[in-house]
């Protein structure tokens, strides 16, 4: 949405900007989706390592600086959540990221049609 008082070059200006912008927002999501990625991992690994021990095997939840005693089907089931809470997080951001690409690719067509406008001039 570019307003059509700008003249053609500041209006360039402003679409590269909008790219580089998006692309940097595009890379963010990526880091972010890694990192959650992680998170879901380790929570699974973790949850499937406590699901081997014996229910009786005394577990702790660390909270802060210090750690509190909790029952297996506690940690088994904060561990499930946190898998279930990274992967909600992650189909949002991939949703973003698609956007953000889309939204990259159209900005760059607009871009590429100024600068077959200023040719055919």
């Not at 003249?7 to 790219?19: H, I, N, R, W």
């Not at 406590?50 to 577990?59: K, S």
């Not at 802060?64 to 909600?88: C, D, S, T, W, Y």
């Not at 956007?99 to 760059?108: P, T």
Request: charged share 30%; no cysteine.
């Amino acid at each position: 949405p570019l307003t059509p008082a700008l003249s053609p070059g500041q209006a360039f200006t402003e679409l590269q900007a909008k790219v580089m912008d998006t692309q940097q927002k595009v890379k963010l999501a990526d880091l972010q989706i890694e990192q959650l990625t992680k998170t879901k991992k380790h929570a699974h690994l973790t949850d499937t390592e406590v699901m081997m021990l014996a229910d009786e095997t005394r577990m702790y939840e660390g909270v802060g600086r210090m750690f509190i005693l909790q029952p297996k089907g506690v940690i088994h089931n904060q561990l499930l959540e946190k898998q279930r809470i990274a992967e909600e997080k992650i189909k949002e951001l991939e949703q973003k990221k698609s956007y953000l690409e889309r939204s990259v690719k159209e900005a760059e067509d607009n871009i590429r049609e100024m600068l077959m406008a200023r040719r055919a001039q």
